[in-house]
Structures are given as structure tokens and as C-alpha cells.
């Protein structure tokens, strides 16, 4: 094994020049829109139509002439003449004049001479006639018919993360497939002498493989396909056919373990054999110790084997890579709120540090209370609603001071 000095790069580094630089993108596949959710666009898509279409009522009432109501109150109502009702689905077939309303439902089609809606609430009917207690003005209560999705206008980016807004939108519109990114899949080559499958005995030195069991689990959650190399042991005849059989099946290798320094870890010069190795090691705590390499059409990760290390590498590291590949344009994982954390955590200088923690409802704001623990147990994660963020360089989170909140489950 070469010898290799060990250079730490904070974590924005590794977005902005290995994720974000990566050309490789998975196969684009056309699917039903109704399948679409958290799939990435592989084109841009404009509405063929106008949305909703036609002009329509937001209240339950009566479809009026605005003018005919101006002015009026309790003390001084305006009467109007019904002379006809609007039926969901249907266009109502006349046309109203000066004078005249007709009742109209919540979502009924707007008739031709009407600009705008009262409010039922705000109307007493007398028989033919109704009185209007309340003026509205034009266009008051109506939804026009292009007001939501305008003819010609852009629904769906490529590259961006499609939502339930989206496939509703889609489906509006009677696009009911559309061209995607097909989500990458990834390959797991557990490794280590002292890991065993969870179904043996083991001897005291011995762990169960969690990790890559783990990391299945969670990634088939978000619709990839996940397949596992059985367990490796530190030599490197076995890391590179494990690597090998990753590469050939597919798009993203990650390798579990074996990522440290030790003179039997083979992860480094495993990837080298296949392709490259572009960083070693990042300046974040769990997880400093991880590898990132590709090949020419392939990406390898190196994550590390300690619990709390592995889940959040895969978190900072993982799913971000995934994202890229799989064509989305926004990738870098993003805090999803601010919360206050309720004692004080120091760090060490040197490494952004991430803390598991649970969250409470307070009576203003979120509270966030640490689990702290090495990175070698597992039991912060499962307690874990999420994580916060120690920026790189600050000595630490002061009680009552407010963080960077990351949704973990």
C-alpha cells in the first residue's frame, strides 16, 4: 500500500467541487406521473392549457354585477332578481343583465354578464328576489381562468424535485406521464474481520453488521434500489471483488468500513485500482473518516464503519451524491428549521461537529435536548429526531442558543 498523507477538507468543499462537478446521470425513463413523487424532471414542461379553465366561484352565493351592489349595507340592501341557477360541471346557458344574479355553488362556472360573487352569508332571499347586504367589487370571489396555470407556462423544471403540488398540477392538466431521472442504484460491500451477519453468534470482539442493513432500509424508503455484496473481510483480493461486483451492478459503490488508516483498512487503495480517489477525510464530527472517489461512469464512497459516523456520513455525504446523480438541481442537504438547544455542548476547534437530538414542543419554539455518545454506539440515532449543526470554527452551542435543526426521520 502506497503511503498517503491524510488532508481534511470542510464539507462545503466536497459539495461544490466533487458532488456538484460530478457529470455522471442515471438513464432518463419516461413513468406515470402518479409515480413521479421525489424523482427528479429530465425536461421542462409547459402547460398546454389554461388552469382551471374558466372563471369560477371561491364561495357558495350568487353570481352578480358588481355595480348592481355598490353602496349597499344592512340599513340600505340591494334587490336583485334570480333568474337562474349554476349546476357543478355544468355552463349556465344564459346571460345575466343589470339587475339580475344567479345562484352560484363554491367552484361553479362563472355565467357570462357576472364579474363577481356574494357571499351567500351576506344575502337574504325572498322568494324570485334576493337582498344584498354587502357590495362587492369586480372580481371579488372569483377565480379566473387562468389564475392557477396559465397557458404556455412552465410547470415542471428540469432537474427539480417533484412534489404532490406538481403531479396535482400535471394531472390537471392531463399530463399523465413524464421523463425522469431513474433513481441510482446503489451497491453496499460491507466489510471487516470483527463484523458477522446478524444471524450468528459472535464472540465478545465480534459486532453484528447493523450498518449496511440500516442503510438499505433507509434508502429503499425513498424509492432506490439497494443490493448488498456479502460480508467482507480486510484483504484485498475480497475488497476488490466486492468493489468489482458494485461497479458491474450499480451506479454508486459504498463501501462500509475500512475507511480509516489502519493497515489492514483497503477501502483507498481499492478505489484507486478502479478509478480514482479525490478526497480523503472531511472536517466534520462522526464522520471525518470518509473516502470519495469515481470512476469514469461510477462513484465510490468510503464511509466510515463507527454507527453515529456511518448514519451521519451517509446523511451529509450519501444522499446528496444520489441526488446529483439522479438529476436534481438542488442537492446540499438544507436545515429545516431553527430550533433551541437547552444546555450547553462544547466542540474541539477544527471539525464542524453535527449532535443528535430530541426535540420538544415549548411554549414559543422548538427545544432541543442533546444525546450525546461516542460514535461507536447506536442507540443517539434511534432516540434521535434529527440533528444540529456546530459551524466549523466555533467552540461550541451555548444553552438557550439558537441552531440549525436537520429532520432525521
Known amino acids: 500500500m502506497k503511503k498517503r498523507f491524510q488532508v481534511f477538507v470542510p464539507r462545503q468543499e466536497i459539495y461544490e467541487n466533487f458532488i456538484d462537478k460530478l457529470d455522471i446521470r442515471t438513464e432518463i425513463v419516461e413513468i406515470k406521473t402518479e409515480n413521479s413523487f421525489g424523482y427528479a424532471s429530465a425536461e421542462d414542461i409547459f402547460s398546454p392549457e389554461n388552469l382551471p379553465g374558466f372563471d369560477k366561484s371561491t364561495v357558495d352565493g350568487y353570481a352578480v354585477y358588481a355595480e348592481d351592489t355598490f353602496g349597499s349595507s344592512d340599513g340600505n340592501p340591494a334587490f336583485l332578481k334570480i333568474v337562474g341557477e349554476v349546476f357543478m360541471g355544468e355552463e349556465y346557458s344564459g346571460e345575466i343583465k343589470s339587475g339580475e344574479c344567479v345562484k352560484i355553488p363554491t367552484g361553479g362556472m362563472l355565467p357570462k354578464g357576472a364579474n363577481a360573487v356574494v357571499m ?86 465480534q459486532i453484528r453488521d447493523g450498518n449496511s442493513y440500516t442503510l438499505m432500509a433507509w434508502l429503499k424508503n425513498f424509492g432506490y434500489e439497494v443490493k448488498r455484496f456479502r460480508l467482507v473481510k480486510d484483504d484485498p483480493k475480497e475488497f476488490k471483488e466486492g468493489v468489482k461486483w458494485g461497479l458491474e451492478n ?52 468510503g464511509l466510515p464503519g463507527n454507527p ?54 415549548g411554549k414559543y419554539e422548538i427545544l432541543a435536548h442533546p444525546i450525546l455518545g461516542e460514535s461507536g454506539i447506536a442507540s ?26 436537520y429532520l432525521w426521520r
Request: glycine letters at 8%.
Open 120 to 205: 351567500v352569508e351576506n344575502t337574504k332571499e325572498f322568494g324570485k328576489r334576493v337582498e344584498i347586504y354587502k357590495s362587492v367589487a369586480p372580481g371579488e370571489n372569483i377565480l379566473s381562468k387562468d389564475e392557477d396555470i396559465k397557458k404556455d407556462s412552465i410547470v415542471l423544471n428540469k432537474g427539480e424535485s417533484i412534489n404532490i403540488g406538481h403531479i396535482h398540477n400535471l394531472m390537471s392538466l392531463g399530463i399523465t406521464s413524464i421523463k425522469v431521472y431513474k433513481k441510482p442504484t446503489i451497491c453496499i460491500v460491507p466489510t471487516g474481520d470483527e463484523v458477522v451477519e446478524p444471524t450468528e453468534q459472535r464472540v465478545k470482539t
Open 250 to 301: 450499480g451506479d454508486i459503490v459504498v463501501i462500509s468500513g475500512g475507511s480509516s488508516l489502519g493497515a489492514r483498512d483497503y477501502s483507498l487503495s481499492t478505489i484507486e485500482h478502479f478509478g480514482e480517489v479525490l478526497y480523503n477525510g472531511v472536517q466534520v464530527k462522526p464522520g471525518k473518516p470518509v473516502i470519495f472517489g469515481k470512476t469514469k461512469e461510477k462513484v465510490i464512497l
Open 308 to 361: 453515529t459516523s456511518f448514519i451521519v456520513s451517509s446523511f451529509l455525504f450519501l444522499f446528496p451524491t444520489l441526488k446529483k446523480l439522479s438529476g436534481h438541481n438542488l442537492f446540499k442537504p438544507e436545515p429545516d428549521y431553527y430550533v433551541r438547544i437547552t444546555t450547553n455542548v462544547p466542540t474541539a476547534q477544527g471539525r464542524e461537529r453535527f449532535i443528535f437530538v430530541k426535540l420538544e414542543k
Open 380 to 405: 443517539p440515532f434511534r432516540m434521535a429526531d434529527g440533528i444540529v449543526r456546530i459551524p466549523l470554527g466555533k467552540e461550541g452551542l451555548y444553552k438557550d442558543e439558537l441552531c440549525e435543526f
